[in-house]
């Protein structure tokens, strides 16, 4: 198994966390709150600049590795647009972007954007999906709107895995902001005269917060690498991940509410625009229990495979 990304795909996502800085940063989600129709122009030249859409992520090893990156340096920037399901396109079929739905109430944070959506669900049905109006201002919905589905073939289980993972590394980008948000936070805030990163319970939360995070990274690079080397599990490493990511952002969300106080929930903390807007990656296409439920549907009593399973059921390993 390969242990990191390589040496051209850390430098290409610490190029794109440059580029996303210098076209507004933290800024981008509140302009595109502002004008949500402008979202797509607002963001628009910095991905050509990155060649973004370029990238071929199901052809090339490490083109996927790339999309990994971009991914996780717009969720470290909250980026108000859905970077990881266009890089999910399928190749069979001419679409703009992939978007993996609930069997009910199928939605996802597309509104606004006139592009063309495939959707699938878990068990790879495969539809044409169009964004009905979103139910609220993005304010309240984060740009996540009902889908209409016209149904089209049952052929989208080779585009789950993908669809799953390349989201969890943005929702990784934006464990890694909060993270440093806290750790800011606390270096500088002071109680009873000292800082509150002196005081050991607060080193407690965030050692707490910092080991889900740095699990959920490990988790992530195995299951792009499950997806790299076709391995026939590479769906149960997707949902598993998925699990890992949303229990590790609710720790790590509840520790940098906790240590911020109430300003945490202030639009005045970029925390509070972090918090928000990690909401649909959590709860689409389905949340904790759901993802819970699918995972164990998936490998039922034979468990996850993992690394040291005997040759003959792990490819060779």
Not at 171 to 193: C, K, N, P, Y
Request: net charge negative; aromatic share 6%.
């Amino acid at each position: 198994m390969k242990i990191d990304l390589s040496n051209e795909a850390k430098d290409y996502g610490h190029a794109a966390l440059r580029a996303f800085e210098s076209v507004g940063g933290d800024g981008l989600v509140e302009a595109a709150e502002i004008n949500p129709d402008e979202r797509d122009r607002l963001l628009s030249g910095v991905f050509t600049e990155l060649g973004a859409w370029d990238l071929a992520p199901r052809k090339d090893d490490d083109e996927l590795e790339a999309a990994a990156a971009l991914c996780r340096s717009a969720g470290y920037w909250a980026v108000p647009y859905p970077v990881a399901e266009r890089l999910s396109k399928p190749v069979d079929l001419d679409f703009d972007g992939l978007l993996v739905i609930a069997d009910n109430k199928p939605s996802a944070a597309v509104s606004g954007l006139e592009l063309r959506w495939l959707a699938t669900t878990l068990g790879g049905h495969r539809s044409v999906a169009v964004a009905r109006p979103p139910v609220g201002s993005p304010r309240t919905s984060a740009f996540v709107a009902p889908l209409d589905l016209q149904p089209l073939d049952a052929n989208g289980l080779a585009d789950v895995a993908l669809g799953l993972v390349l989201p969890c590394w943005t929702l990784l980008g934006m464990l890694d902001r909060a993270i440093d948000l806290t750790r800011s936070h606390v270096l500088i805030r002071e109680q009873f005269g000292k800082p509150l990163a002196t005081l050991q319970g607060v080193q407690f939360q965030l050692t707490d917060a910092e080991a889900e995070r740095s699990g959920v990274e490990v988790l992530a690079k195995y299951a792009l690498w499950s997806i790299e080397t076709g391995r026939p599990e590479a769906i149960d490493d997707a949902l598993a991940l998925r699990l890992a990511a949303i229990e590790a952002a609710e720790t790590v969300f509840r520790v940098a509410h906790q240590l911020h106080g109430a300003s945490g929930f202030c639009d005045e903390t970029t925390l509070s625009w972090f918090s928000r807007y990690s909401l649909p990656l959590r709860r689409l296409p389905v949340g904790l229990s759901a993802t819970a439920a699918a995972l164990t549907d998936q490998v039922g009593r034979r468990g996850l495979t993992g690394l040291f399973a005997p040759a003959d059921e792990a490819g060779g390993l």
